[in-house]
């Protein structure tokens, strides 16, 4: 599609098509187009923080729906400089940080922008969830190892609250904002997946990897349910299958654990030694005395089937 680059208005026929994208479920589209509408305005010398504010949130949106989160924690932080204490990015940044197991800096941002608003379903039921995740993680004194939450001025509440208003339709109702998964949505998903992790423990996998597909369906930036689907795929010796997975995960979470240590195997199994040691080596690098990488890169090393004790046993059985 040509653009007249020149022109005043670029940026907003950019955006404006960047949205029909996202509606349509084109994320990918979306934030090439988003991209180059940031770099129309940046180049223009006219730099309107709120403009600029938009189009970073806008393509932290498509981020999250692409399953991208990292990217979409950077955009909405940009967003949030240009314009502190915005809405939208903050609940973005949550609803990723959320997806990324990051549940303390989640809960922050989702009451942050409670503060802001009261009545943002969203933002109600991303604390909701948030507490009772750190509640199992760190027991009752949870909130003493939160990052301080941001206290929010009375007058951008006021600027802020009213802007939030104005988002209402016609009829009165808030619009909702589809970047960030419902309430619903996300119940279903966690149902699905603790349906699979109740067939695994049952041995029945391959019925599990079709609950865990059902439920990225419904949230594909779980972390948890691409390695619990890697778990059976390994079971079930559909190795390609779970590197795939393990690669998903690591795009959600470079550093994450059970990804590595997945996709290793994996990769032992395909014979792809090089692979194998490379993961391995990433892992241990995080965390330098797991017992379960360490046996497995010394037996790959000597290019025999590995001896599994105790601890990888913990390891490759442990859902998520």
Known sequence: MPHKRRSQSSWTELKKTGNECFKAGQ?????????QAIKEVEKSGKKNPEDLSILYSNRAASYLKDGNCGECVKDCTVSLDLVPFAIKPLLRRGAAYE?????????????????????????QDGTNRMTKCLTEVDGQSWREKLPPI?????????????????QTTHNGTREKDTSVPGEDVIKKALCLKEEGNALVKKTEYKKAIEKYTQSLKHNSSEIT??????????????????????EAALQLDSANIKALYRRAQAHKELKDYKACVEDLNSLL????????????????????????????????????
Do not use: F, W
């Open 225 to 246: 349910t691409y390695t619990n689907r890697a778990l059976c795929y390994l079971s079930v010796k559909m190795y390609k299958e779970a590197v795939r997975d393990c």
């Open 27 to 35: 994320y990918g589209e979306a934030v090439c187009l988003y991209s």
């Open 150 to 166: 941001p206290t929010v001025p009375m007058a951008v509440k006021e600027k802020l609250s009213q802007a939030t208003r104005q």
């Open 285 to 320: 690098k995080i965390e330098p005395k797991n017992i379960a990488a360490q046996n497995l890169l010394l037996n790959v090393q000597k290019k025999k089937a590995p001896i599994l004790h105790k601890e990888d046993e913990e390891v490759i059985c442990c859902l998520g």
């Open 99 to 123: 997806a990324l197991e990051r549940y303390r800096l989640a809960y922050v941002d989702y009451k942050t922008a409670l503060q802001i608003d009261c009545n943002i379903p969203a933002a």
